[in-house]
């Protein structure tokens, strides 16, 4: 009986399971080969079993997670494996392959790291190739112009590099092409003018370049258009408007110039959102703009008018604006905020850099999210705003309203963000705690006169009260600030010590910037937390050592504490950092050596080191730079410091140092950093040679090893450093001659070599002759140009004085120039950008959600 039934439940259980059976075997031997292909790499925290862990080899395939069959043939026709925790190559002998019946295919956010193999070609019968985000690289193969039947491709966020196969071109069933964020180039693909069918291709932020075609008719279903972030240039073609079902045009962030022409409109457009931002158009804004009537998102911001006038009136007709930014034109005309309470469903005004009027029976749509009025030259606090209930997010800074900031600001209930800064307010109206009760999470009120620092609401993420007159000690009140990601309390007068509440946002804390101030006691342990990314506390009475806790910090980026009076050994533990950029340990009371015997430091990203003016001593090993990747190659280096918040406008703080550079004292300031590749280790009492492996810093542009007590031959493989602008020497013991092929440096524009032993000529080559005299001074028996001692005794004539004179004059004047170009300019724009950019990304997913 017993054994009966164990039979029949044995037929019963394998019977019908192989019945069942839906799975061919091979597809499924194809599909369990797949997977071991692959290892499962998910984060530790993750107990639950990924997508593929889940098969289970002996069960029907086509009941595994992530794979549907064809119910009749039990074919495998789609695998969607998409965010499954999976590395390794794909290889063109994957098994993947053998699943000729593919019509889905969904790999997006995995790590694969590998080429796209050209076997992509054999599934011909996909219909999604769905690739995104995978770490692909290198070339996309033209196989896959083979996949006829694909209507839908997504091969964003790769590392995809080259131009587009001209394959593509046969894709004539494709609707979606999604190539954004890879680094895709060349002229514009003509092969996309054959793909009849698509709807919607999306080319943002890749190096693609050149011209539009000029007749793009072809494309006669195209719905969203969009190419930001590239380096195309010209004019936009009028085809392109004149294509009948565009909807979003997006060609912001490239060089396109030109007027715009929209030519004769045959049908009326359906033009919904129009980016034309961050380019290089000039000339008068036309007015044939208002043509397009559809229009709900307009941003035609850094339009250069040339100081021309604009006439506001042309947005007028566009009576379905809620995004209207047209900051930065360049115009003359002043421009009355009131024009615009007729477009009823405003809800993003950006009119930065236009003088504005506001009249004082102004009222603008009660839809009203956000609103930009910075460098408006407003003179008076806008009262209009207390109407604009919806008002999220409020940015009036840069004007010269005086006075205090109202009360009934932090009344509105919808308020998250206010910048104020670069006012001349002096104080808040109302209570103490006014802006407490608020549920605001960013406040950035810099540079004004504010005397008190205001209490903040919990909900406060963001802060920066940098340049003002707060003084006295950091306030308590800040330890209950729980969610707290920014501290930038820069260039005021605050005293007391550095509270030791700052555990409480350990978690969040990531930007803590005390700069400048009058700061002392001990730098408290716990004052830091895990995620700091960026810590500056240069320019205080900070004493005791560096804490400990740092070493946690493993996003560390940017460390400064500059000019205080920390008493520690050389903090070698930062090694361990894998991110920190920049070290700034100058002017404090360091001491001791900075290696330990054999051992040699690796700072694999550091691009700053100052460590000057200390008192740091011993001998650098020869192999000490040998590990410091950054400054030996081009290295792509993110520069994630900007802003967290930027994006909602402007979170952005200044990371900032003061460097001296060829001999005068300069600040570097923002993006400024990313160039920038120094050591400094001057004002020491560092002994011994200079340590050979300094060779492979082939990066570097400043080095200053000056007053110390070097000995030895300067390196000859100094001569290495091809990018070197500024070399300082000086104030050693060092002998011999100098090497000759430094004469070779062509960008060495600044040097001092003085107060040393050195004896022999002075190197050949313009660099060297050009320099100061003084440069060479004080050596044991240098000759030769620009000293007045000729290599055989006697002194240069009067007229190579004179040519020496006029040299140094242009050379003064070139590396000013130089300098100037290297800070402010260039470092503000690329900030402003960045913060419009990704502010208006945000904006845009903030208001689909409001809206919604
Ligand atoms: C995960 O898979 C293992 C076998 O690989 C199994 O023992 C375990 O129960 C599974 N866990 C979950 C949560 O499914
Ligand atoms: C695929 O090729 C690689 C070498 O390129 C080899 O190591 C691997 O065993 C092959 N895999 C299969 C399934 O044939
Ligand atoms: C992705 O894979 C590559 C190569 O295997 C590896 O170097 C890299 O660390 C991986 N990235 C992540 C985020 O796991
Ligand atoms: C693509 O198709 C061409 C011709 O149709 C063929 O020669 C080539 O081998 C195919 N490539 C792949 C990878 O299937
Ligand atoms: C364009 O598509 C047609 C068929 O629709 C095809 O014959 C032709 O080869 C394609 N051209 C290119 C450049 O791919
Ligand atoms: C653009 O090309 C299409 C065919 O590809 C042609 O019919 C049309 O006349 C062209 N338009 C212009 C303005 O060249
Ligand atoms: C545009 O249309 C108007 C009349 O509708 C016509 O007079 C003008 O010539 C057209 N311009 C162009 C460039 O086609
Ligand atoms: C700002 O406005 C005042 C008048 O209110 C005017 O005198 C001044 O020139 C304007 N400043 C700028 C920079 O346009
Ligand atoms: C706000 O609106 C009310 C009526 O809606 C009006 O009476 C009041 O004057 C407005 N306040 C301001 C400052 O515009
Ligand atoms: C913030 O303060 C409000 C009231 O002021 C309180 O209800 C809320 O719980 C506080 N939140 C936190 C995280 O402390
Ligand atoms: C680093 O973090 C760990 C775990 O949180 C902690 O045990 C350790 O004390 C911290 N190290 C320092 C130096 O603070
Ligand atoms: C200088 O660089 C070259 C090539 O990069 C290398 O061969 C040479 O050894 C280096 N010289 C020294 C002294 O490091």
């Known amino acids: 009986m017993i054994i009966w039934s164990l039979c029949l439940i044995l037929i019963l259980v394998f019977g019908s399971s192989h019945a069942k059976h839906l799975c061919h075997p091979d597809q499924r031997e194809a599909l369990w080969e797949f997977k071991s292909e692959f290892y499962v790499q998910k984060p530790d925290e993750m107990k639950s079993n ?28 789609e695998l969607a494996l998409g965010d499954s925790y999976l590395n390794g190559p794909l290889r063109s002998n994957s098994s993947l392959f053998r699943l000729q019946h593919l019509r889905g295919l969904y790999l997006s956010y995995n790590n ?16 999604v190739l769905s690739l995104g985000d995978c770490n692909f690289f290198g070339k996309i193969p033209s196989s896959i112009g083979n996949l006829s039947h694909l209507t839908s491709l997504d091969l964003s966020s790769n590392g995809f590099t080259g131009e587009l196969p001209d394959s593509m071109g046969s894709l004539n069933r494709l609707t979606n092409l999604e190539l954004v964020s890879n680094k895709l180039g060349g002229k514009f693909p003509h092969a996309l003018l054959n793909l009849s069918e698509i709807t919607m291709l999306d080319l943002r932020d890749n190096q693609f370049e050149g011209m539009l075609p000029s007749n793009m008719s072809t494309l006669s279903k195209l719905e969203d258009f969009e190419v930001s ?18 909807i979003h045009l997006n060609l912001n962030k490239n060089d396109f ?13 359906k033009l919904g959102s129009l980016t034309l931002g961050e380019n290089n158009f000039n000339g008068p804004i036309s007015g044939s703009v208002s043509k397009l009537t559809e229009l709900w998102f307009l941003d035609l911001s850094f339009w250069n008018t040339r100081r021309g006038l604009v006439s506001f009136n042309i947005f007028l007709n566009l009576k379905s604006l809620t995004f209207l930014d047209i900051s930065y034109l360049n115009t003359r005309s002043i421009v009355d905020i009131g024009i615009f309470s007729g477009l009823m469903s405003l809800s993003h005004l950006d009119l930065s850099g236009i003088n504005s009027k506001i009249s004082s029976t102004l009222h603008l749509p009660s839809s009203m999210f956000t609103l930009i009025l910075s460098s408006c030259n407003i003179s008076e606090f806008p009262k209009f705003i207390q109407n604009q209930t919806s008002l999220r997010y409020l940015d009036i800074s840069a004007n010269q309203i005086e006075g205090q900031v109202p009360e009934w600001l932090w009344g509105l209930p919808g308020l998250r963000y206010v910048n104020i800064s670069q006012n001349l307010f002096n104080g808040f109206e109302g209570s103490t705690n006014v802006i407490q009760r608020s549920a605001n999470q960013m406040l950035d009120i810099s540079s004004n006169t504010f005397q008190d620092l205001p209490l903040l609401p919990n909900s406060t993420m963001f802060f920066s009260g940098s340049d003002n007159q707060f ?28 509270p030791r509440c700052f555990k409480n946002f350990r978690t969040t804390l990531s930007v803590l910037h005390l700069r400048n101030n009058s700061l002392s006691g001990i730098f408290p342990d716990e004052s830091i937390g895990d995620k700091l990314r960026s810590l500056d506390v240069g320019h205080n009475r900070l004493s005791g050592e560096l804490p400990m806790s740092l070493i946690n910090c493993t996003e560390l980026e940017f460390l400064n504490v500059e000019d205080n009076i920390i008493n520690d050994k050389f903090p070698s533990w930062l090694s361990l950092l894998p991110n920190l950029q920049i070290l700034v340990l100058r ?22 080191f100052d460590i000057s003016d200390n008192r740091f001593t011993g001998v650098l090993p020869s192999d000490y730079f040998s590990g410091w990747t950054a400054i030996s190659y081009v290295v792509d280096i993110e520069d994630r410091t900007p802003l967290r918040y930027a994006g909602r406008g402007s979170g952005y703080y200044h990371k900032s140092v003061g460097m001296t550079n060829k001999g005068s004292k300069m600040e570097l300031v923002g993006s400024g950093f990313t160039i920038y590749k120094t050591i400094d280790v001057s004002r020491n009492r560092f002994e011994g040679n200079i340590p050979e492996s300094i060779s492979v810093l082939k990066e570097l542009i400043v080095l200053n090893m000056s007053n110390n007590a070097f000995t030895g031959h300067i390196p000859t493989s100094l001569s290495n450093l091809t990018n070197l602008q500024s070399l300082d020497l000086s104030q050693n013991r060092l002998t011999g001659e100098i090497p000759p092929d430094l004469g070779k440096l062509t960008f060495l524009a600044w040097m001092n070599f003085s107060y040393n032993k050195l004896e022999g000529p002075i190197p050949h080559g313009t660099q060297f002759q050009s320099q100061n005299s003084s440069s060479f001074v004080e050596n044991t028996a240098l000759c030769g140009l620009p000293l007045k001692i ?9 007229q ?25 300019g260039v470092v503000c724009g690329l900030t402003i950008a960045h913060i419009l950019t990704s502010y208006k990304r945000d904006w845009f997913m903030n208001t689909v959600h409001y809206f919604t």
């Open 50 to 77: 990924t997508t593929t862990e889940m098969w289970r080899h002996n069960t029907d395939c086509c009941s595994w997670d992530g794979i549907s069959c064809n119910p009749k043939t039990g074919k495998v026709v």
């Open 471 to 498: 003084s006295g000690e950091i306030p308590r009140a800040i330890c209950k600030l729980v969610a707290l990601d920014t501290l930038v309390l820069s260039n005021n007068n605050l005293n007391g010590s550095i």
């Open 790 to 798: 000729r290599c055989g005794g006697e002194e240069t004539t009067k």
């Open 229 to 246: 972030g590239n380096l195309f240039s010209g004019s936009i073609p009028k085809s392109l408007f004149m294509l009948p079902s565009l």
């Open 257 to 269: 110039s030109g007027p715009l022409e929209i030519g004769n409109l045959s049908s009326p457009s």
């Open 112 to 127: 694969i790291s590998s080429v796209l193999p050209d076997s992509i070609g054999k599934l011909k019968y996909l219909r």
């Open 587 to 608: 002017s404090n009371e360091f001491y001791g050596p900075i290696s330990s015997l054999g051992d040699s430091l690796s700072f694999p990203k550091l691009r700053i």
């Open 800 to 824: 190579e004085q004179d040519e020496e004179k006029e040299e140094e004059e242009e050379q003064v004047f070139s590396w000013i120039a130089a300098a100037i170009g290297y800070v402010p």
